[in-house]
Nanobody, 122 residues
Framework: QVQLVESGGGLAQAGGSLRLSCAASGRFFSINAMGWYRQAPGKQRELVAA????????YADSVKGRFTISRDNAAKNTVALQMNSLKPEDTAVYYC???????????????WGQGTQVTVSS
């Protein structure tokens, strides 16, 4: 069974910072990438940032230069998102995502956290 535990959401003022963390547990044979998505009310879920097992990163244009994704090598299967210079339009539910292969599986699959609310006030 796969479990993704997210933490760090909350309320921040515009220009402030928040840090999200996600710890993944389960019988992973391999993890290809970990990342964060977000969904604002009335909008589709969108990629915020992702990092591959090799350390390559990908960011949405709207967060480049403000957000940083990282993996904690000491704490296996943990990913963090440092969010600086927050804007009201960053308000959304943020979801942790893991793309990986479970033991016994023949292909990779996407796994999701329960979501954590981030609210940025102006």
């Amino acid at each position: 069974q796969v479990q993704l535990v997210e933490s760090g959401g909350g309320l921040a003022q515009a220009g402030g910072s928040l840090r999200l963390s996600c710890a993944a547990s389960g019988r992973f044979f391999s993890i290809n990438a970990m990342g964060w998505y977000r969904q604002a009310p009335g909008k589709q879920r969108e990629l915020v940032a992702a990092i591959t097992s090799g350390g390559s990163t990908n960011y949405a244009d709207s967060v480049k230069g403000r957000f940083t994704i990282s993996r904690d090598n000491a704490a296996k299967n943990t990913v963090a998102l440092q969010m600086n210079s927050l804007k009201p339009e960053d308000t959304a539910v943020y979801y942790c995502n893991v793309r990986g292969v479970l033991y016994g599986a023949s292909r990779s699959d996407d796994f999701w956290g329960q979501g954590t609310q981030v609210t940025v006030s102006s």
